[in-house]
């Protein structure tokens, strides 16, 4: 399964980012059966923009992803986009099959609040409402599931995306200069491991548009919890091909999930 991770940096206009989107894909070598694009990937990483970068299923963003889909005969991870729907605003992955048909959509669950070490605060909840359903879908390859950036932090709900059966799990995600020299590749590594399965981690790049410091440092985590690609904090793509038989080792080598047990109570 040939994977395209994307990491652009996110321009003032949404125009121009996903002109600057299509030219970075045009550099790759090999032709994708999924490409996959960072959370907020046409919008700075800002409370108060979230609402002027608003999308819909009708807007253009959308419409770059199916293109997109269409034109490259590959899956397409929309990455994330702030969702118009009704009067709130959510944090919206839209998944495309091959033939730009949305087969999932997937809300993040968990909104990042966070209080720095100079006291200042960033809460996505100011303005965006949380999702309530899973993020799972299927392809060819079996089954995938999908996270967004402060999911990964909860391991409940990567394992229960395991437990649906998922194979590859991705995440669009914005981590920044603070929480991801601290936990980015941390937390990434300890999905895979305790799960069994690739994690596949997008970013924007540093250079994004916006005050927001977006950390980059886009990756492939395999089933053992190795990091088989990965780039800094620069714009670039990842082109990589999953082994997927590679699950199955892992699992019957080291039989974690096999061997899972319910709790006592106490």
């Known amino acids: 399964m040939n994977l395209l991770v994307v990491q652009n940096a996110v321009k003032k206009h949404i125009g121009d980012t996903l002109k600057h989107i299509k030219a970075l894909i045009a550099t790759r070598q090999h032709s994708p059966d999924i490409i996959v694009l ?42 994330s986009v702030p969702e118009r729907k009704g009067n709130r605003l959510y944090n919206t992955t839209y998944i495309l099959n091959k033939e730009g048909k949305r087969i999932a959509t997937y809300r993040k669950t968990h909104l990042f609040a966070i209080t720095y070490p100079d006291g200042s605060t960033f809460d996505e909840a100011d303005v965006l409402s949380a999702g309530e359903t899973l993020g799972t879908f299927e392809t060819e390859f079996g089954t995938m599931g999908v996270m967004i950036c402060f999911d990964i932090r909860y391991p409940a709900l990567a394992e229960k ?54 950390y980059g440092h886009s990756l492939i985590v395999d ?44």
């Open 38 to 79: 960072p959370e907020m990937f046409t919008t700075p990483y800002e409370t108060a923009q979230f609402n002027a970068y608003a999308q819909t299923t009708d807007g253009e963003v959308y419409r770059c992803l199916t293109q997109l889909a269409q034109t490259h005969r590959a899956y397409v991870i929309g990455g």
């Open 161 to 214: 995306l395991a437990d649906k059966g998922a194979r590859v799990i991705f995440v669009p995600g914005a981590f920044n200069d603070f929480t991801g020299p601290l936990h980015w590749h941390t937390t990434f590594k300890a999905r895979a491991i305790d799960n069994q399965l690739y994690v596949i981690g997008c970013s924007a790049a540093s250079s994004s548009y916006g005050n927001y410091s977006t």
């Open 223 to 266: 089933p053992l919890g190795n990091v088989l690609s990965s780039l800094k904090g620069e714009e670039g793509i990842i082109e990589l091909s999953l082994d997927l038989s590679r699950i199955d080792h892992a699992r019957s080598v080291l039989p974690i999930r096999k061997n899972k047990k319910a709790l006592p109570e106490r």
